[in-house]
């Protein structure tokens, strides 16, 4: 579980928001904003509610210098009190690594880890408690490089693999599900033709899996 800080005036012309497709129900998002910055991409509010996060957000009363760096700073305090350990503070702004700094000083047992980031996927990147191990191996897995000549094939591939689908199953009753059946055939090209029968059956019920078998494995 993380809490998640956004210094939405400082990052939001900067995709600060990059990421947070990767918050989950326990995890809380706040953000910070003024009146100069009070919009938001559509695609970041769709990620937003279906990661069904508890968002929070904070609009700047009054104007001034650093005013909501304050904002924030207090916020943490807040969050850390309420039992909070994994916050991340995102922001190009350095003068948050204060922030994080005094964290560091505290000596209770359960310390509060603060870390800053220039948005949510680098800062989910950047804490290492237990809990965040197997979000961290996804954002890795996201982000590491890729041989684009085999990638092309395996694309190539893919879209082959659907057209083959999509004529064989063109007026048959089973057209509807070609996603569906793709995506199975696609997990199984490698599989026995017993194996390939057996979880039809399985994943489509007996008469229709035994139907779509039968069209499949002229396919795959």
């Known amino acids: 579980m993380a809490a998640v800080l956004v210094d939405y005036e400082n ?126 191996q996804e954002l890795q897995n996201k982000s590491k490089m890729l041989d684009l000549a085999v990638e092309h094939a395996r694309y190539t591939e893919h879209i082959s693999m659907m057209n083959k689908l999509k004529e064989a199953f063109h007026g048959t009753g089973y057209e509807h599900m070609i996603a569906q059946i793709f995506a199975y055939a696609d997990e199984n090209q490698d599989a026995a033709p017993r194996q390939l029968y057996t979880g039809s059956l399985h994943l489509f019920g007996r008469r229709d899996g035994t139907a779509i078998y039968q069209i499949l494995k002229t396919v795959v």
């Open 11 to 136: 990052v939001w012309g900067a995709h600060g928001l990059k990421g947070v497709e990767y918050l989950g129900s326990k995890d809380i998002l706040c953000i910070f904003y003024s009146q100069c910055c009070g919009r938001i991409r559509a695609e970041y509010m769709e990620s937003i509610r279906q990661t069904a996060c508890d968002l929070r957000v904070y609009k700047l009363a009054n104007t001034g210098k650093n005013a909501l760096d304050f904002y924030i700073a207090s916020e943490c305090g807040v969050l850390s009190q309420s039992g909070e350990t994994q916050i991340v503070i995102v922001s190009n702004d350095k003068g948050f690594r204060a922030v994080a700094d005094f964290f560091k000083l505290r000596e209770e047992p359960a310390k509060t880890d603060v870390v800053i980031a220039s948005n949510i996927e680098n800062g989910l990147m950047a804490l290492h408690s237990a809990d965040d191990a197997a979000r961290r």
